[in-house]
């Protein structure tokens, strides 16, 4: 079964601190994976996709098969990260969203 | 602007009552998804057609229903509406399996 985790609901850092957002997925097949962002009273939109490769916005991601892991890696957080993210795992038709992390940055 | 389109924004309505969420996907795209955002659940999967073919389904209650015109715009019925059934209704759209999904702004479903 498609699964996608993200074990924190919330994570607060401050301002220039590096930032990890976990993830952890399962999933039989070779998945595509996604980090989605979503401010303040905005739409959700794709952050970055694993095969891409991308640094968007400070933002990283890598796809660890062996821990099946996708985390989101940031090495200097900004007070404009705050957002909800979402990871998310397409499979066969299916692309399902783990239940998301409220980022927090502080100043 | 992600170019895909709900209707409408916001809705109130009584519990037991049926209404009707649409969507237009952004041009090009034949897949269209169908998500429930609450506080408590996060964002659930609801519903994926591909060219107007129901192709996944996922915590999609009984009592709601969705169907993909051959326009492609998608149209989420919900009937016998509970207090539970509050929350933000998504629709998605994208080329196809494992490609990027592009967001609507989202349906505000309150039933009181």
């Known amino acids: 079964a498609q699964r996608v985790t993200q074990p924190e609901k919330l994570l607060s850092v401050f301002k220039g601190a590096p930032v990890e957002l976990k993830c952890n997925y399962s999933y039989s097949g070779s998945p595509e994976l996604f980090w989605y962002v979503q401010y303040s009273r905005q739409r959700l939109q794709l952050l970055l996709r694993h095969i891409s490769r991308e640094s968007i916005k400070g933002f990283t991601a890598d796809l660890n098969k062996g821990e099946t892991s996708f985390h989101l890696k940031k090495p200097f957080a900004q007070e404009e990260d705050s957002a909800m993210y979402y990871c998310?795992?397409?499979?066969?038709?299916?692309?399902?969203f783990g239940a998301g992390t409220r980022l927090f940055v502080k100043a | 602007d992600s170019g895909v389109t709900q209707t409408p924004k916001h809705l109130i309505t009584a519990t037991g009552q049926r209404v009707t969420l649409r969507c237009s996907p952004r041009?090009?795209?034949?897949?269209v998804y169908w998500y429930q955002q609450s506080l408590d659940q996060g964002l659930q999967f609801l519903i994926q057609y591909y060219n107007g073919e129901e192709r996944a389904k996922g915590n999609i209650l009984e009592r709601f229903s969705a169907q993909q015109f051959p326009d492609l715009h998608s149209e989420l019925n919900l009937s016998s509406l509970e207090l539970g059934d509050s929350a933000l209704y998504f629709c998605?759209?994208?080329?196809?399996?494992?490609?990027?999904?592009?967001f609507g702004e989202g349906s505000w479903l309150t039933v009181v």
């Open positions: 041009s090009g795209d034949l897949s």
């Open positions: 998310a795992l397409s499979g066969g038709f299916k692309t399902i």
């Open positions: 998605a759209s994208s080329t196809g399996a494992g490609n990027t999904i592009y």
